[in-house]
Each structure stands twice: as structure tokens, then as C-alpha cells.
């Protein structure tokens, strides 16, 4: 694995999302000297928190899974990710619901979601469910060692038997046909293949591989922090500092100053000048590009995920036929999937997820009232309307998707309205993030793997890259695996490949956990 070059003793890390969190913990378990340096006021990145009213809001991701890839970081520092955070297991993970009135709760426990899916669709169905979730197992182990949990230095390096193995699971086949090999009903291929957005590519065109994200969301299990999803980067940050890391917030990165292939020091907009041995740049790629000078050459633009709208609600009310986290699927498919990243067209028949966090943390809102997060997909900027264009489209948009979820059986659910923060393409722009989304660079094949955005940067000796921008990807678990890649990258360790996590019943604990606010 190559390295940077050269004395590592101190290292800026530059942005305090979860992968420049992580990314300072394993550095730090190495025994570097680390300033961690953040535009905002606290940490989070994208896991953000967001006040309205009396509301505490998660600005980013809803869904914790694979919670173990966030305790190698604490683990790096010789902490636990449990002592910091209690962690509630979600059963069900998701509820869907369908166009057709029907619904199913989606269990991460094998026997559990065996039986929903014979009530639901009959025991033929139950029994392709039991050889897809053995499949996905064994896809999962096939690739997250390899071709996940690894740093790239040439496409060589997939040259390797886990390749054959990937081959012969039919990794390199179509995600739809993959998953149709097991069920023929159209409601449950859904359920496990509406994850390819994730990824920014249509089931139809993904690879089968990536349904190692649905291994993810219906096997490895769904959790969610007290305190909401902001409290695992605040914990991150808590024992960060406790581990000797200096905290610098609302402190922009203006400028790197270089010499002789090397940054020798951050200069912040303030003025003031940080040296440094080695810089890791968490930031999104356009801000990391315009910070070293250029952008990489690729013989192909880059190609970014559809974009989101995100209304947070804080309601007088709530509805009972609501889970943590619910998919409501439109009757629509292919469609859907055609206008997100083709047409540029919005959703002419949505597919939402809804969660409710104050379904376990009743904390995060005023006593009586509730927290609802509407995420709608939406075509990126590229493809679809400019983000000016949103100043317009947006509050339109948001009536339409409140009178969507009405006529879905949430009836009232405008009025009940106490607190509301819309976020469009327009936002999400304004946040510096390319083609108004939040998802980065999509995971086509020619954007993953050794053919992402490489997180070694061409002609600086000590300048390492993280985030969902580059390697391995979008998501949770691969920005933590980006924070450790990078500081693999730094100190030359080896990176250990990512433990299974444990599927036995857990009991949530919580000891030094802090104030989510």
C-alpha cells in the first residue's frame, strides 16, 4: 500500500464529518498529534443538528447500520462506542408500504422477516427470502475485505480469487435479475433493491454487487442513537478531544501552503497559519480541488446521485401506522428510476422515506409533539432544474408532497404542522455539495473501486482525501471506512478488515453519554 512520504507527526485533518472523525481517531490511536479543523460551529458534517423551535432535528442520514465500523474508530483511541452512545435496535428495521394498500415490516432477524414475508406473499416467497439473505451473506463476505475495506493503489489489485468468488455469486450481473433469481413478487424485489439510489443507479443498470447495501438495511441490522444521529459524531468529537485532538470550530480553510511537493501548512480564513506534517481533506471534492489548486484528470466527468428534498416537520401529531423509518413506495418503478437519472423530471408518482425519530427519543421534540423527516428523491442539478430554479420549484414542491402524504393516510398532516424546514437542491448547492446533492459521486462502475476518486492526491507527497467524495463510497459505514482508509494511508498501517456485527440481541447501554443538543 502506498503511503505519504516524509514526517506524519502532526496532521490537520480538514472537515469534522463522520469520516474526518474517524479518520482523527485512528490517527491519533497511532499516536500522531492531530488538529481537527471545521467550518461550523460543532461537528457532524452531514450529520448535522438543526434547532427549530424546540425541535432537534438530524440534518443528514436517519439510518445507522453496521455501528461496529464506528467503534473500531472509538476502539483506535482504546474507547467504546457503547460507553458514548446507547444504541437502540430498530424491529422493524423499515415498514413498507405500497401503492396496492398493503404493507410489510421489514425484520433484520432472519426468522422473524421469514415469517412476515410467508404472511405476506406465501411460503414460496419465504423460502426465496431464506437463499436471498444466505446469498447476500456470502456477497457481503466476498467483498467488504477486498474491495471494500481496502485502500486501491492500481485496478490490479482486483485481480485476486474474491474476484472469482464475487463472479461466480453473479456480482457482475444486473441488482433487479439478481434479486428476481429469489422472489418474483414485484412489492418484495422492491424491498431489496430500492438501495441502488443509494448508490445513484438504477436497479435495472447496478450491479449486483451493490446489494451488499441491502445486506446492510435487512440483514446486519438497523439502529438508532438516542439523541438522534447526530450524537454518534458528537461522541466521535468528545473522545477525540479526550484523546489529545485540538478541536477548532468555525474554522474555514482558506488556502495550503506548498513547497517542494509537500503542504506545509493550513491557512484558515481568519488568517491565522496551522503547520503541519500531513493534511487529510475530508471536505467535498469541488472544495478539496479548489483548496489543492486542480482536479484530477478522468477521461470521463464525474457523474454525481440524484439529489433529495427533505421537509423536517415538527407536528402536534402523530400517525399510528407510521414505523421509525417507513418506505412508501408509489406504484411506479422504472419510471421513477428513468426521471431521477435520466430525464431529470420529478417523481411523478413518489417513492418516500419517512421517519419518525421521536418514535424512541421522544426527547427530541416538546412533550405531546412529534418529529417527521419526508425525504423525496429528486434529480440532481445536472440532469434536472438549476438550483436557482428551486427559490421557485421548492415551496411548490412541498405542498405537493404534503398533499402526497395525505392522500397516503396521513390526513392532517399540513395542519399539524408546528415547526417545518425545507431543503432542496438549492440548499444542498449552497452547502458546496456538486450537482445540488447530497449523495456525491454516484457508484457507477466506472466511479468505484480502483476507479473512484483515488484518496492519494497526484504530485503532493502528504496530502491524503476522505469522505463519500472518494474511496470506498456514499453512506454511514463507507465514510468511516474512508476516515480509516485515509489514516491507513498516513501512518502505513495496515487496515483490519471490518468483523461481521453481532446479530444476537443486545441490551442498549449508556454511560457517559452526552447532551444531544
Known amino acids: 500500500m502506498r503511503t505519504v512520504t516524509g514526517p506524519t507527526d502532526h496532521v490537520v485533518v480538514v472537515g469534522a464529518g463522520l469520516s474526518g472523525l474517524a479518520c482523527a481517531l485512528h490517527l491519533l490511536g497511532a499516536g500522531r498529534r492531530v488538529t481537527l479543523v471545521e467550518r461550523d460551529d460543532g461537528p457532524g458534517g452531514r450529520a448535522g443538528r438543526l434547532r427549530l423551535g424546540d425541535y432537534l432535528v438530524d440534518t443528514g442520514p436517519t439510518v445507522l447500520t453496521m455501528p461496529h465500523l464506528a467503534d473500531e474508530a472509538f476502539a483506535a483511541v482504546g474507547e467504546s462506542l457503547h460507553r458514548h452512545v446507547e444504541l437502540l435496535p430498530l424491529h422493524p428495521a423499515y415498514r413498507a408500504g405500497f401503492?396496492?394498500?398493503?404493507?410489510?415490516?421489514?425484520?433484520?432477524?432472519?426468522?422473524?422477516?421469514?415469517?412476515?414475508?410467508?404472511?405476506?406473499?406465501?411460503?414460496?416467497?419465504?423460502?426465496?427470502?431464506?437463499?436471498?439473505?444466505?446469498?447476500?451473506?456470502?456477497?457481503?463476505?466476498?467483498?467488504?475485505?477486498?474491495?471494500?475495506?481496502?485502500?486501491?493503489?492500481?485496478?490490479?489489485?482486483?485481480?485476486?480469487?474474491?474476484?472469482?468468488?464475487?463472479?461466480?455469486?453473479?456480482?457482475?450481473?444486473?441488482?433487479?435479475?439478481?434479486?428476481?433469481?429469489?422472489?418474483?413478487?414485484?412489492?418484495?424485489?422492491?424491498?431489496?433493491?430500492?438501495?441502488?439510489?443509494?448508490?445513484?443507479?438504477?436497479?435495472?443498470?447496478?450491479?449486483?454487487?451493490?446489494?451488499?447495501?441491502?445486506?446492510?438495511?435487512?440483514?446486519?441490522?438497523?439502529?438508532?442513537?438516542?439523541?438522534?444521529?447526530?450524537?454518534?459524531?458528537?461522541?466521535?468529537?468528545?473522545?477525540?478531544?479526550?484523546?489529545?485532538?485540538?478541536?477548532?470550530?468555525?474554522?474555514?480553510?482558506s488556502a495550503l501552503e506548498r513547497s517542494a511537493g509537500r503542504v506545509r501548512a493550513v491557512r484558515l480564513a481568519s488568517g491565522e497559519r496551522i503547520p503541519c506534517d500531513a493534511v487529510v481533506l475530508t471536505c467535498e471534492l469541488p472544495t478539496a480541488h479548489r483548496l489543492l489548486g486542480r482536479a484530477p484528470r478522468r477521461p470521463v466527468r464525474l457523474r454525481h446521485s440524484p439529489s433529495a428534498v427533505v421537509l423536517h416537520a415538527g407536528t402536534d401529531r402523530t400517525w399510528p401506522h407510521l414505523a421509525h423509518h417507513t418506505l412508501s413506495f408509489g406504484g411506479a418503478w422504472e419510471r421513477t428510476f428513468d426521471e431521477l437519472t435520466r430525464s431529470g423530471t420529478l417523481m411523478s408518482d413518489p417513492s418516500l422515506l419517512i421517519t419518525r425519530p421521536t418514535t424512541h427519543d421522544p426527547s427530541l421534540a416538546p412533550p405531546g409533539r412529534h418529529l417527521h423527516y419526508v425525504l423525496a428523491p429528486c434529480p440532481n442539478t445536472a440532469v434536472g432544474p438549476s438550483a436557482t430554479a428551486w427559490r421557485d420549484l421548492g415551496p411548490r414542491y412541498r405542498d405537493t408532497l404534503v398533499a402526497e402524504l395525505e392522500r397516503r393516510g396521513l390526513d392532517g398532516f399540513g395542519d399539524s404542522i408546528q415547526k417545518e424546514q425545507l431543503v432542496t437542491p438549492l440548499d444542498w448547492t449552497a452547502q458546496g455539495h456538486a450537482a445540488g446533492s447530497p449523495f456525491s459521486v454516484s457508484h457507477t462502475f466506472a466511479q468505484t473501486g480502483p476507479f473512484r476518486p483515488g484518496n492519494l492526491v497526484r504530485g503532493l507527497d502528504n496530502v491524503v482525501l476522505a469522505g463519500c467524495g472518494t474511496t470506498p463510497g456514499v453512506g454511514v459505514p463507507t465514510v468511516l471506512i474512508s476516515g480509516k482508509l485515509a489514516a491507513a494511508r498516513v501512518t502505513g498501517g495496515r487496515t483490519r478488515a471490518s468483523r461481521p456485527p453481532d446479530r444476537r440481541p443486545t441490551t442498549p447501554t449508556r454511560a457517559g453519554a452526552h447532551d444531544p443538543s
Request: glycine share 10%; charged share 25%; hydrophobic share 50%.
Open 99 to 253: 401503492a396496492d394498500g398493503t404493507s410489510l415490516d421489514v425484520h433484520t432477524d432472519g426468522d422473524a422477516m421469514e415469517a412476515e414475508v410467508r404472511r405476506f406473499a406465501g411460503p414460496a416467497e419465504a423460502a426465496g427470502y431464506r437463499r436471498l439473505r444466505e446469498w447476500l451473506e456470502r456477497l457481503y463476505r466476498a467483498q467488504m475485505r477486498r474491495f471494500i475495506d481496502t485502500n486501491f493503489d492500481s485496478p490490479f489489485q482486483l485481480a485476486h480469487p474474491d474476484l472469482a468468488r464475487l463472479a461466480a455469486l453473479g456480482g457482475f450481473g444486473r441488482l433487479d435479475g439478481a434479486i428476481g433469481r429469489f422472489l418474483s413478487d414485484a412489492r418484495l424485489r422492491r424491498v431489496f433493491s430500492f438501495q441502488a439510489l443509494y448508490a445513484g443507479v438504477a436497479p435495472a443498470r447496478a450491479l449486483a454487487a451493490y446489494a451488499v447495501i441491502a445486506y446492510m438495511d435487512t440483514v446486519a441490522g438497523v439502529w438508532f442513537p438516542k439523541g438522534g444521529m447526530h450524537a454518534l459524531p458528537r461522541a466521535m468529537a468528545d473522545v477525540a478531544a479526550g484523546a489529545g485532538a485540538e478541536l477548532r470550530w468555525s474554522a474555514e480553510v
